[in-house]
């Protein structure tokens, strides 16, 4: 049996609300005789042993446990602030300006080479676009040329 949903769209799986408790039921139903069997006979030619049914003592009675007692945390102690050293660090010693001089050559190159070789002329071709050779200024009427 199909059903069809309120607005016409067909719907092709079951109604869940009714297969759910129907298959809980047979799967109850199914596994509680398995569960109620008693043990299988013994072999052939053995005694059957008694059966001991072994009480186990109630456990000793115990003391309530004393309620949680709350202890506030100490409050954090801080340390004062150490003053900053108005002393200047001393200057690298000669080996590591040395080694440190290439590359801080090659971070001026980097950092103004950039700037003045590929960035400085698009921002000019830029104005020169927006506001023509001369500039976007009218020449000044009182000026001699």
Same mark, same amino acid.
């Given at each position: ?8 769209? #067909? ?53 309530? @446990? ?20 108005? #002393? ?6 000669? @080996? ?46 009182? @000026?001699?040329?």
């Amino acid at each position: 049996m199909r059903q069809t949903h309120p607005h016409g769209v #067909s719907n092709p799986t079951p109604n869940r609300r009714r297969s759910a408790p129907a298959a809980a039921l047979a799967g109850l139903l199914l596994a509680a005789p398995a569960v109620a069997l008693p043990p299988p006979p013994p072999p052939a030619g053995q005694d059957v042993p008694p059966r001991v049914l072994r009480q186990v003592p109630p456990p000793p009675p115990s003391a309530p @446990a004393p309620p949680p007692v709350y202890v506030p945390a100490p409050p954090p102690v801080y340390a004062p602030p150490t003053p900053p050293d108005p #002393s200047p660090p001393p200057p690298l010693p000669v @080996a590591m300006r040395v080694i440190y001089a290439p590359f801080y050559a090659a971070g001026l190159i980097l950092r103004y080479g950039v700037y003045y070789v590929i960035v400085a002329p698009l921002e000019v071709l830029g104005r020169t676009l927006n506001y023509g050779v001369k500039g976007g200024v009218d020449p000044d009427p009182n @000026a001699a040329h």
